[in-house]
C-alpha cells in the first residue's frame, strides 16, 4: 500500500511537467498549428474562459475593425492613446458613459431619475438605448440641464 502510494506519487511528479507543457487534446479537437505563437495561443486561452455573450461581443468588435479603412483605424488608434494618457478618474467616467461630464450633471442626472416615475424612467432609458454614445450624452445633459432649470427657486 505504501508502496504503491509513492508510486503514484512519483508518477504524479514525473507526468505532471510533461502534463503542462502539451495541454490534453479532446478526441475532437485538433492540435493547434505548429506556427501558433506563445502570444496566440495565450490569447486563446483567454478566448476560453469567455461567455458566448462575451465572444459574440468580440466578433461584433472585430467585424467593425475589419469594415474600417486605414484612415478610420488610424483615427481609432489615436482616440485610444489619447484616452489612455486621461487620469484614470476621466477614464472611469467615460467608461461609465459619463464622457467627462460635470459632477453637478452627474448629481443632476441621480437625482432627476430618482425622483421620475417608473413609466418616465422606462421611456427615457429606452430612448438612451436607442442613441449612440454622442448621442445619449447630449440627451443625458439637455435632459439634466431642464431638470435643474426647473428646480431653480425664483429669486424675489
Known sequence: MQTSLLASVALFFLVLPAAAQTPPQSPRSSPPPSNASAAELATLERFLDLSDEELAQMADAI????????????????????????????????RQGWGGMPSEIQDGWRDMMHNAKPEERAAIQSKMHSLSPDERNLYRRTLVEAYLKSRQVPKQ
Not at 467585424?63 to 484614470?88: D, G, K, N, V
Open 63 to 94: 467585424a467593425r475593425l475589419r469594415a474600417m479603412t486605414p484612415t478610420q483605424r488610424a483615427a481609432l488608434r489615436s482616440e485610444i492613446a489619447a484616452f489612455l494618457q486621461l487620469p484614470e478618474p476621466e477614464r472611469q467616467q467615460i
